[in-house]
């Protein structure tokens, strides 16, 4: 049953603590998913992993029921973001402040997301030069809106994809190509255009190095059950790298790395052992926070792929974010 039936009723909850023993912050707090009175309180403290999820016998989904409980949350609240911490987080990606129009245009648009140009601008700089020469291909720079919807802002979740599919409606796009597994999986059932993955259209393209892959991968929550980029991976890899064990998330997740930061910043140390000190990962956001917690082995693969050497930039990805408006 688990992993392909799933129930959001919590109620079906027999306690058996399996979610408890796996997931970091059910642990500190001792709760199952089914004390719901309990969680609701502590809901903006959950990383949204999924974690509980793929360990429920039953097939409870724990995260959708998580982020239920913050939309209620919300909704008891006039519409608006019940917990403090998030006025930054808001004013940046409700409207996205750094929206980039100029270069949109073309029937496949290159959607980078936040965070990869954030912690990796020369990659995104000489990946859309090289898809402008191979295909002419155009650029948004936008949020997904992810962030947002995972406050429980479920109204502005659709306002936002909304006008992601205005503007590539108003470009003529056919395909957007996402550099981030978190936009892929967020947007891929949102957008009125086919969404693909960049590795997908570097493996179309026959551009791209081969690399040998001797490390460990960590796997971004979104892609953790079906693995579907890990194929879309492969063609480029000599050696398919062992995957991270027993590390629920990168401690970005579900925004609770500024309620949770000691659980957040031990993510961060049970994935620096690892693979003897290089961990392989396709996510920038997953780069960016596990290099700030102390895992300074960290090593994108698409950099690689491409050539560039590359490491998240920590120190500057908010400048790095800002200047984006202005490419």
Not at 25 to 53: R, V
Not at 99 to 114: E, M, V, Y
Not at 115 to 124: A, E, I, L, R, V
Not at 152 to 168: H, M, P, Q, S, T
Request: net charge positive.
């Amino acid at each position: 049953m688990n992993g392909k039936f799933r129930i959001k009723d919590s109620d079906k909850c027999v306690h058996c603590r399996i979610c408890r023993e796996n997931c970091s912050f059910l642990s500190k707090y001792g709760l199952d998913i089914g004390d719901t009175a309990e969680l609701k309180e502590l809901a903006y403290h959950c990383f949204l992993c999924g974690t509980c999820t793929q360990v429920c016998p039953l097939g409870i989904d724990g995260r959708a029921v998580i982020l239920d409980m913050r939309r209620e949350r919300v909704e008891e609240n006039q519409g608006k973001c019940p917990e403090k911490g998030y006025a930054l987080v808001l004013a940046e990606k409700r409207n996205y402040i750094y929206r980039n129009k100029r270069r949109l245009a073309g029937r496949s648009i290159l959607f980078p997301g936040c965070n990869f140009p954030s912690f990796y601008p020369k990659t995104t700089r000489k990946l859309i030069s090289l898809l402008e020469e191979k295909e002419d291909m155009g650029v948004l720079f936008d949020c997904c809106g992810k962030p947002v919807a995972e406050l429980g802002l479920k109204r502005d979740e659709e306002e936002i994809a909304g006008r992601i599919n205005e503007n590539l409606r108003k470009a003529g796009a056919e395909e957007a190509v996402m550099l981030c597994p978190n936009c892929y999986e967020f947007l891929k059932d949102k957008l009125e255009v086919k969404v693909i993955s960049i590795y997908e259209k570097l493996a179309r393209l026959g551009t791209g190095r081969q690399l040998e892959g001797n490390g460990a991968l960590f796997l971004p929550c979104p892609d953790r059950e079906r693995k579907q980029w890990v194929q879309w991976l492969a063609p480029f890899l000599k050696n398919m790298p062992e995957t991270v064990q027993g590390v629920q998330c990168c401690g970005l997740g579900g925004c609770a790395g500024g309620k949770e930061p000691e659980l957040a910043r031990e993510m961060a140390h049970q994935t620096r052992d690892q693979g003897n000190g290089t961990v392989f990962t396709y996510c920038a956001s997953c780069a960016g926070n596990l290099t700030r917690g102390g895992c300074q082995g960290v090593t994108h693969l698409l950099p690689e792929i491409l050539g560039c050497d590359e490491k998240p930039d920590i120190g500057k990805s908010m400048v790095n974010r800002m200047l984006t408006k202005f490419w």
